[in-house]
């Protein structure tokens, strides 16, 4: 099947400093990419849509100036955390729609961010 | 926002039948069941899908009742690696994820 990786997959950061995750679709192209975060004992809680070419749609109260999302390949999304602060500290996952023809959406292993 | 609701958690013996309940009254002619499960720490992994009419694959069958209103997972033989928790979520195809709180399913040995 069709597999997403994300790149790092834990990241520890000083508060203030920025961090870059990757999410790459591996043997299929991906004009729509999405990304979650989830809390400890929480669910997925969708943060943006990420269309290749074009700006993201995030969804309501995320911050769009604070995690900036590019998609400028279809293989590949990036979600950088600006500068972060320990309550930006949570599990960020991305997914990408599937294959043409696929209805299916195909999850990343995750990133582990924690902010000191 | 999600349109689903499942228990919390539930159990189940190694090797008996787990069957994971989800209510989806509120689901509109053109949406979708899906089921999603999340092992700790890891992405959710797709498990099947269904629109009307019950499913079956490898790991999975889905029940989808004549009204659509309610939908069981079923996992035939639960294993201790089937431990994890279980999403059950609407959309129509091609649409955003919205995941709901899911059921975490213990199987005990």
């Known amino acids: 099947g069709a597999v997403v990786s994300q790149h790092p997959s834990r990241v520890i950061c000083k508060s203030g400093t920025s961090v870059k995750i990757e999410c790459r679709s591996l043997?299929?192209?991906?004009?729509?990419m999405f990304w979650y975060r989830q809390f400890p004992k929480q669910s997925l809680m969708l943060m943006a849509t990420?269309?290749?070419?074009?700006?993201?749609?995030?969804e309501q109260g995320v911050e769009k100036d604070k995690f900036l999302i590019n998609h400028a390949s279809l293989t590949l999304s990036t979600l950088t955390v600006t500068s972060a602060h320990p309550e930006d500290s949570s599990f960020y996952i991305c997914?990408?729609?599937?294959?043409?023809?696929?209805?299916?959406?195909?999850f990343g292993p995750g990133t582990r961010l924690t902010v000191l | 926002d999600a349109k689903t609701t499942q228990p919390p958690s539930m159990d189940c013996a190694e090797g008996r039948a787990a069957n994971l309940p989800c209510n989806h009254s509120?689901?509109?002619?053109?949406?979708?069941v899906y089921w999603y499960r999340q092992i700790h720490s890891q992405g959710p992994q797709y498990i099947i899908h269904?629109?009307?009419n019950n499913e079956t694959n490898e790991m999975a069958s889905l029940i989808i009742t004549e009204d659509r209103k309610s939908s069981t997972l079923i996992l035939p033989h639960a294993t201790l690696r089937d431990t994890a928790v279980y999403y059950c979520?609407?959309?129509?195809?091609?649409?955003?994820?919205?995941f709901g709180t899911g059921t975490s399913l213990t199987v005990i040995p």
């Open positions: 997914s990408a729609r599937g294959p043409q023809g696929s209805n299916e959406q195909f």
């Open positions: 043997d299929f192209q991906a004009t729509t």
């Open positions: 990420s269309n290749e070419g074009s700006k993201a749609t995030y």
């Open positions: 509120t689901i509109s002619g053109n949406e979708y």
């Open positions: 269904g629109l009307k």
């Open positions: 979520i609407v959309r129509v195809h091609w649409d955003q994820f919205y």
